[in-house]
């Protein structure tokens, strides 16, 4: 798989929701990421390492909650990491993953409607 960089650099300047038309590179850059959040064993991996004490997880600490191998989860860090959602830290023979919240938060921000927008700031 190739490396599609990171979420801040596959999001496009103009929401899909703003009332103009993306453009096609914009939109296939977008949906690269989004793939990536679309599967459950992602969104929960993205869930469990959130949500440990440290903020951050290794695979072996994953697989158990997840019921899966250890070459699957590590296949679904590295979709994860490509997209720019997790980055990877290499400590000895262990990978350790924790969330990009800005990352997280342009895409959050990139499918917000403007005039949601525009409301949730003023309060």
């Known amino acids: 798989m190739q490396d599609v960089g990171t979420a801040e650099t596959m999001t496009p300047a103009i929401s899909p929701l703003a009332g103009e038309p993306i453009k096609r590179a ?3 850059r977008l949906a690269a990421v ?3 959040f679309a599967d459950p064993a992602r969104l ?3 869930s469990l390492i959130q949500s440990s004490p440290e903020g951050e997880a290794s695979v ?4 158990a909650p997840l019921g899966l191998s250890q070459p699957t989860v590590s296949h679904h860090l590295r979709i994860l990491t490509e997209a720019g959602l997790l980055e990877r830290d290499k400590r000895g023979v262990w990978a350790y993953y924790r969330l990009m919240p800005s990352a997280i938060a342009a895409i959050a921000e990139l499918l917000t409607p403007p005039r949601k927008r525009a409301t949730k700031k003023t309060r």
């Open 26 to 28: 914009d939109a296939e």
């Open 60 to 63: 072996s600490d994953l697989t």
């Open 44 to 46: 929960r991996l993205l």
């Open 34 to 36: 989004l793939k990536a």
